[in-house]
């Protein structure tokens, strides 16, 4: 489509990257000092205080079709309960409950009315399971593709959020489950490669990745995080966040990252490297969460009867500095915001 | 893009219209019985209510290139401008004042970063002027053009906010402004013609629209509307959200249709309709609100300097029975939803 010519000219936004972008938007929206913003960008949700023990924790997601799902092997049920779950993440990383949400669907107007269906069907089985209902939204025409944005609201109570920017030098790094198998499903599905039962947990860590609210909440109820995220990015990113807020550095031991067997199995037989997926594949929705070596005990020990997660892994701890880096044998690496950039020259 | 081929038969969107999305979307979220929502989907914003008093509001619009805008002749500084104009416009509706709003931006990565810094000023534009910070949102790539996503958050307090079903038979239609001028600038838009002195305000009002924050709260605030929506899809198809959600019908006598001169005079030379441009076009965002016959002299003489409106003008009056009616010189044609529609039959 023709477009202006005077704003045609001059650098474009794969030149500056996601965090050119995010600095644009920055300079323009500082981060507000005011007395009903407790947080806003640079979490997992915005926090608005809304009574003297409650907050409102809000957050939003959008989901292009061709660059975070194809529909040539997306069905629409799991796209739906995809997009649903992500956003559900986020309430999970501020330890949060939640409450209600908004759909805008972008539809092109050739789309078949029974992809719109079990499309919908997939947002509402998260909807049902935690009791958030839709209650607003806009449809709109799209002619290009099917462009999701959901926007989900939750509860939380004040001095019991986890934010991002809680780390402190010795705190241990965790993960809630495997890493990996998100972008290993990603790979398989993009080498239309038929499912195979070995595979299975791949494909599904792909396309239906489950929100982890339980531990969570139970993490924010128990204060036992000083900081936590979603792994929406990657976990070289999403610990990026996390250091910078916090002003501290990241080391993560290369042998502690959890990586499940079929996932090792397919990075092998594809000549892939596991590791590669695991740092900076990204949507693992998982959580990322940091504590402090007196917790520590308690979360290896506790957490699996609390929570239905796999791990939790310790992956490393946290250091005076700045940045994230990957300790392997013999070597040191800078891996800080290496995972998945919306706008970064590939 | 290839899409799984189970999905693709059957009838499309285009064949159900906005109004069969909407069912399905109905179908499964079905409006939500519950404490926590005063209101949901069928209203401007949805309702939460957050205390004894207060209520929560939250409106969410999605704009698409090629559908909503074209960047050929539309300066991404008023495309910013607009995009929160419309939102905020959905809080006057309900005489709200915003309170926060979210950004969500899917964006080419070949979109130069000078576009981005305006369209990015503009949004700020109504974010200043009304105290709106920014406090989340999302940035993602979209290969075939830019959809923007902005959510507003407001304030409003209990049995002082102006719903779409107060209306009932007697009352007076009123409307805040004139109508058809921003489908009259659109004709000139997509027309490619020069600006003209005498059509400033007909390209004005199609991209630069002004959100009736003042009137909306002075509306609600001395509880003069028993209803009110904002004019987006045209009289015909706003008005029919009323009818519908009050129970009752409208007649509105087309004598009565506020059109400016401006307007009057490029359908003249462009052989087209301003009746049907004020009535069908859409995108006026003035509101729309009915009064009972006690408060319609108030309305007339106390709400100009009340406000900084053009209006307000009456344009008919509810009446029993179901559905929107356009009365003429010996007609009276059955206009319920005829305004735009974004799956119709076109």
Same mark, same amino acid.
């Given at each position: /489509?023709?477009?202006?010519?005077?704003?045609?000219?001059?650098?474009?936004? @794969?030149?500056?990257?996601?965090?050119?972008?995010?600095?644009?938007?920055?300079?323009?929206?500082?981060?507000?000092?005011?007395?009903?913003?407790?947080?806003?960008?640079?979490?997992?949700?915005?926090?608005?205080? %809304?009574?003297?023990?409650?907050?409102?924790?809000?957050?939003?997601?959008?989901?292009?079709?061709?660059?975070?799902?194809?529909?040539?092997?997306?069905?629409?049920?799991?796209?739906? @309960?995809?997009? /649903?779950?992500?956003?559900?993440?986020?309430?999970?990383? /501020?330890?949060?409950?939640?409450?209600?949400?908004?759909?805008?669907?972008?539809?092109?107007?050739? /789309?078949?009315?029974?992809?719109?269906?079990?499309?919908?069907?997939? %947002?509402?089985?998260?909807?049902?399971?935690?009791?958030?209902?839709?209650?607003?939204?806009?449809?709109?025409?799209?002619?290009?593709?099917?462009?999701?944005? %959901?926007?989900?609201?939750?509860?939380?109570?004040?001095?019991?959020?986890?934010?991002?920017?809680?780390?402190?030098?010795?705190?241990?790094?965790?993960?809630?489950?495997?890493?990996?198998?998100?972008?290993?499903?990603?790979?398989?599905?993009?080498?239309?490669?038929?499912?195979?039962?070995?595979?299975?947990?791949?494909?599904?860590?792909?396309?239906?990745?489950?929100?982890?609210?339980?531990?969570?909440?139970?993490?924010?109820?128990?204060?036992?995080?000083?900081?936590?995220?979603?792994?929406?990015?990657?976990?070289?990113?999403?610990?990026?966040?996390?250091?910078?807020?916090?002003?501290?550095?990241?080391?993560?031991?290369?042998?502690?990252?959890?990586?499940?067997?079929?996932?090792?199995?397919?990075?092998?037989?594809?000549?892939?490297?596991?590791?590669?997926?695991?740092?900076?594949?990204?949507?693992?929705?998982?959580?990322?969460? %940091?504590?402090?070596?007196?917790?520590?005990?308690?979360?290896?020990?506790?957490?699996?009867?609390?929570?239905?997660?796999?791990?939790?892994?310790?992956?490393?701890?946290?250091?005076?500095?700045?940045?994230?880096?990957?300790?392997?044998?013999?070597?040191?690496?800078?891996?800080?915001?290496?995972?998945?950039?919306?706008?970064?020259?590939?």
């Amino acid at each position: /489509m023709a477009r202006l010519k005077s704003y045609l000219t001059g650098a474009d936004l @794969k030149a500056i990257g996601e965090q050119g972008l995010l600095s644009i938007l920055e300079e323009n929206f500082s981060r507000v000092e005011r007395p009903d913003v407790l947080r806003g960008i640079g979490e997992d949700c915005a926090v608005i205080p %809304i009574s003297r023990t409650q907050c409102l924790l809000i957050t939003t997601d959008t989901l292009v079709e061709g660059v975070h799902f194809r529909l040539d092997y997306t069905p629409p049920y799991l796209l739906g @309960k995809k997009a /649903m779950a992500v956003n559900l993440s986020d309430v999970a990383a /501020m330890g949060g409950v939640p409450t209600h949400a908004f759909l805008n669907l972008a539809l092109p107007e050739r /789309m078949p009315v029974a992809f719109v269906r079990r499309l919908v069907q997939g %947002i509402n089985f998260w909807c049902r399971r935690y009791s958030v209902p839709i209650i607003g939204g806009d449809t709109v025409s799209c002619p290009y593709g099917v462009v999701l944005t %959901i926007t989900v609201l939750g509860k939380g109570y004040k001095g019991k959020i986890a934010l991002r920017s809680g780390a402190r030098e010795g705190d241990l790094i965790f993960v809630s489950g495997y890493l990996g198998d998100a972008a290993a499903g990603l790979a398989l599905l993009e080498g239309k490669r038929k499912p195979d039962t070995a595979y299975r947990r791949l494909f599904r860590a792909q396309l239906d990745p489950i929100p982890q609210l339980e531990l969570g909440r139970c993490l924010a109820e128990h204060k036992l995080a000083s900081a936590m995220i979603d792994l929406s990015d990657g976990l070289a990113t999403d610990l990026a966040h996390i250091v910078e807020e916090s002003g501290v550095a990241a080391e993560i031991d290369a042998g502690k990252v959890p990586i499940s067997t079929a996932c090792r199995k397919l990075a092998r037989e594809s000549d892939a490297s596991a590791l590669a997926w695991a740092l900076f594949g990204g949507e693992d929705y998982g959580l990322l969460f %940091i504590v402090s070596p007196d917790n520590a005990e308690k979360i290896r020990k506790e957490l699996k009867s609390l929570t239905k997660v796999e791990g939790p892994f310790c992956v490393g701890k946290i250091v005076k500095g700045r940045g994230v880096f990957l300790w392997g044998n013999g070597y040191k690496k800078d891996i800080t915001h290496k995972g998945y950039d919306h706008f970064a020259k590939r």
